[in-house]
Structure formats: structure tokens, C-alpha cells
């Protein structure tokens, strides 16, 4: 009977020897990566008791709490880019260590969008997205990447460098109000972190697309004359305009459109529409002609022709008259 159980025990001791000294050893929670700066709060446990000793092995000052069969680790501020992490267990005669070999100590802010505020219509910018402090371990990663994209198509993006840039020329029906989004992705180990940011692009223009057009180029008097001038920009362009002569006109639709409702010779001229905004502007002209007494221009030399001939003529009959014969 004893030899029985001595048999068993020393099956068991048999099967138990492989796994002496084998006190499941583990820290929580898993992660492997802290913010430099940031808190660290660890827990070690042993799935046994038999443990003369458990304590953390850290070069950081820290704080303890422990436990049976746990021992937790708490740093206010992780501020070493190198943090090597110990958890041992000592039986005795000999120690069991844990380590947390790979700590990752990083730094990495939310990314930024430049610019903030507007592009112009039709001239070369750049949108810029940065981030100011990527680092791990005290340097720049190599992986980690960050992209510009619009409506979920890439429109730059670079590889282990903190920022990426995208040049285009903005147009303002294209453009204007497009989501812009930027996404940074940093690889540590196994895990991926992820930072983006948005803006919506404003883009504006100095006005242009302008026209102007008038009901008549040429007129004769008493016509009605109205003059409108066109254009695009953003903000909404103002118009003023410069005149052969004010008298009798009248400005409408935001000042779009002039209208002379019984026009005179001195209406005649060249109407000139100004247009700005806080971005430029431009101008268009038309030239308006009058042509009313242009019948009478073009016979007044006849009359001329003929009163002088008649003069001539009365002078030469009244000269053959007057001479005595
Ligand atoms: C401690 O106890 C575990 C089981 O709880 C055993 O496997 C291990 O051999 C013991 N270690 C020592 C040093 O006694
Ligand atoms: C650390 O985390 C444990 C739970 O995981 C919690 O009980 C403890 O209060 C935390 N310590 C500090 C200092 O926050
Ligand atoms: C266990 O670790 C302690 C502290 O590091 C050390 O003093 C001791 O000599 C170690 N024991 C063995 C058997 O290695
Ligand atoms: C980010 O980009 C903007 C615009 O190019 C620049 O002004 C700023 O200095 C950059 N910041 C960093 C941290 O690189
Ligand atoms: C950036 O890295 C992430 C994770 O490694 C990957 O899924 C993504 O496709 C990469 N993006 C670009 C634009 O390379
Ligand atoms: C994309 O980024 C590269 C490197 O930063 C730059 O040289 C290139 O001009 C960018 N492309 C566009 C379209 O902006
Ligand atoms: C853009 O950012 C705002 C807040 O910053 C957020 O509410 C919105 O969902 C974001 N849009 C996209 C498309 O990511
Ligand atoms: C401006 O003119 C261009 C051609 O010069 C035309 O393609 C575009 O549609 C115009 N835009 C507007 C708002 O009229
Ligand atoms: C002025 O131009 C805009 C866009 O270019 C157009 O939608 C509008 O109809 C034009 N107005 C006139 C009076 O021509
Ligand atoms: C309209 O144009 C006239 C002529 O240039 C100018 O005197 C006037 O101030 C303008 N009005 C507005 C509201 O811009
Ligand atoms: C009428 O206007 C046109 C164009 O502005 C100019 O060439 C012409 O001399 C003007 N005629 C008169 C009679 O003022």
C-alpha cells in the first residue's frame, strides 16, 4: 500500500519536476507602448505562492502596491525613451524574471492641416499636414506614414517623415467646400495607432468670368440703353463703373446693370464697369456710340457744298450783273 503511494508520489514528482520552478509569471495590461511623459500602471502576477519575494525591476521612480500573488507598478511619468521592465519573482534559491522586453516610448500628436484659413481661385497652393513631435525612442520611425485625401482618394502621402504636402491650383466650382482629410498611421510592433484630422478647403477668387454686354453700340436719341456687366469671384464682387455722363442713369441689380431711358448725344462714349472684391479686380468696357445726327453729319458738307456753290454762282451772276458792258 505505502509502496503504491510511494509509486504515485513519485510519478507525480516525476511529471511535477519538469514544471518546478515554473510559477506562471505575467503583467497586465498588454500593452506594449506608453506615451513619453504619459502614466505607466502595470500589474505582475504569479499564478503561485510558494515565492519568497516579488518585485518590480524599473528605472524609473515609481510606486508599489502589492498583493498576494501580484505586485502592481505605477509611474506618474514615463520620461525615459528606453524603458527596460522587470518583473522577478525570487523562490529562494534562484529567481524567475520576467521582462517586458519591448516598451515602446513614443510621441505622437495629432496631425495639423495648413492652411487653415483660404486658397485662391486658380493660382499654385499648398496644403500641408504635419505633426510636431513623432518619435519613438527618441527618434523618427521609419514606420509610419501620413496621407492627404479627398472623398476617400489619396492625394499625397509620405513614408517615415512627420509631414506631407499636396500642390495644386484651387479651383473655386471644384474646390470649394472639399473635405480634406489627413491620416497618420504609426506602427509599433504589432499594434497600429492612428491620428487624423479634417478641414474644409474655402477657396476664394478675385473676380473674373467678366462680361458685358449692352442692348445697343449704337443709338440714336431718345433710345433706351441698358448696360449690364457680369462677372464671378468670392466673396460676391461690387460694381461701379465709370461713365461718359451720369445724367439721367440709373444703377440697378447691385449695381450690375446701368439704364438710360431717353439717351442724348452725351451719352455717347466708352462704359466702363469696375469690379472688386478683397481679392482684386477687373473691368470690362463696351464703347456706345451715338448716332443720331449722323444723316446731318454726312449732308451738312452737301449743304455746305451747295449753299457755297450757290454763293459762288449768285456772286458770279450779280459780278456779270453788276459789270457794265
Ligand atoms: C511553487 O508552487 C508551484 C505550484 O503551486 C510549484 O509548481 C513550484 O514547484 C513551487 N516552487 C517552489 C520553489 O517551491
Ligand atoms: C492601476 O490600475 C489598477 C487596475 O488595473 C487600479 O486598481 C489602480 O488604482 C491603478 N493605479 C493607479 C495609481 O492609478
Ligand atoms: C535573485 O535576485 C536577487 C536580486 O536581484 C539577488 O540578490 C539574488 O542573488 C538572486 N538569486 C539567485 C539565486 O540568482
Ligand atoms: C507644419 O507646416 C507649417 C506649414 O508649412 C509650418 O508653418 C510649420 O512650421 C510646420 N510645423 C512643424 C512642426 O513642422
Ligand atoms: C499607412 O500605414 C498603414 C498601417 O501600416 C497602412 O494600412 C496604410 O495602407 C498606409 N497608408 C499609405 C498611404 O501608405
Ligand atoms: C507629394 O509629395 C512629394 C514629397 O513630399 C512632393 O515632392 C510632391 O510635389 C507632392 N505631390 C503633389 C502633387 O503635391
Ligand atoms: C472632421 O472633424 C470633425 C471634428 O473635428 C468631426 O466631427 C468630423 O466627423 C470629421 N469628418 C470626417 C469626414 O472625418
Ligand atoms: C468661367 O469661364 C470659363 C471659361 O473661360 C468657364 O469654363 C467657366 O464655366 C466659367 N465659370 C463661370 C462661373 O461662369
Ligand atoms: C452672370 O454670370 C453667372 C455665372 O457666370 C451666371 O450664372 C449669370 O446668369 C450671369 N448673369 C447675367 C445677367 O448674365
Ligand atoms: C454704383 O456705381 C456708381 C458709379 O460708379 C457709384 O457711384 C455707386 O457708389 C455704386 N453703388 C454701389 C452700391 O456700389
Ligand atoms: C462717341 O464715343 C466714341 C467711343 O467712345 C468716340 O470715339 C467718339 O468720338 C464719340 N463721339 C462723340 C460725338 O462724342
Known amino acids: 500500500m505505502t509502496t503504491v503511494l510511494l509509486q504515485i508520489m513519485a510519478v507525480l514528482l516525476v511529471f511535477w519536476v519538469p514544471t518546478m520552478h515554473s510559477c506562471e509569471v505575467s503583467i497586465h495590461p498588454k ?3 506608453v506615451m513619453f511623459g504619459a502614466s505607466l500602471n502595470l500589474t505582475c502576477t504569479v499564478s503561485c505562492n510558494n515565492y519568497t519575494e516579488l518585485r518590480w525591476e524599473v528605472a ?3 510606486m508599489l502596491k502589492k498583493g498576494d500573488g501580484w505586485i502592481n507598478l505605477y509611474i506618474t511619468s514615463v520620461t525615459e525613451w528606453a524603458l527596460p521592465l522587470s518583473c522577478l519573482v525570487n523562490y529562494g534559491d534562484f529567481n524567475q524574471t520576467y521582462t517586458r522586453k519591448v516598451i515602446y516610448v513614443y510621441e505622437f500628436s495629432t496631425p495639423v492641416i495648413y492652411p487653415v484659413s483660404e486658397v485662391l481661385n486658380d493660382h499654385l497652393e499648398k496644403i500641408v499636414c504635419n505633426i510636431s513631435s513623432l518619435k519613438v525612442r527618441g527618434s523618427i ?3 509610419s506614414n501620413i496621407s492627404l485625401s479627398r472623398d476617400g482618394k ?6 517615415g517623415k512627420p509631414s506631407v504636402e499636396y500642390n495644386f491650383v484651387p479651383n473655386l466650382e471644384h474646390d470649394d467646400g472639399a473635405e480634406i482629410l489627413c491620416q497618420a498611421n504609426l506602427l ?6 492612428r491620428k487624423n484630422a479634417n478641414q474644409t478647403l474655402k477657396v476664394v477668387a478675385s473676380p473674373y468670368n467678366v462680361s458685358i454686354s449692352a442692348t445697343h453700340v449704337t443709338y440714336k436719341v431718345d433710345a433706351k440703353i441698358v448696360v449690364t456687366c457680369n462677372a464671378t469671384g468670392k466673396p460676391n464682387p ?8 451720369k445724367v439721367n442713369v440709373e444703377f440697378s ?4 446693370t446701368v439704364t438710360i431711358n431717353s439717351a442724348k448725344e452725351f451719352h455717347n462714349g466708352t462704359y466702363r464697369c469696375l469690379i472688386h472684391n478683397i ?3 477687373n473691368s470690362a468696357q463696351i464703347d456706345i456710340v451715338f448716332e443720331g445726327k449722323s444723316r446731318n453729319w454726312v449732308i451738312a458738307p452737301v449743304i455746305t457744298m451747295l449753299v457755297l456753290g450757290a454763293i459762288i454762282i449768285g456772286g458770279v451772276v450779280y459780278f456779270c450783273r453788276t459789270r457794265p458792258l
Open 31 to 33: 500593452v506594449n507602448a
Open 60 to 62: 524609473l521612480p515609481f
Open 141 to 143: 520611425p521609419s514606420h
Open 154 to 159: 489619396i492625394l499625397n502621402s509620405s513614408h
Open 188 to 193: 509599433l510592433g504589432s499594434q497600429v495607432l
Open 238 to 245: 461690387e460694381y461701379s463703373w465709370e461713365l461718359p455722363s
Open 253 to 256: 441689380n447691385s449695381n450690375r
Open 279 to 281: 481679392y482684386g479686380k
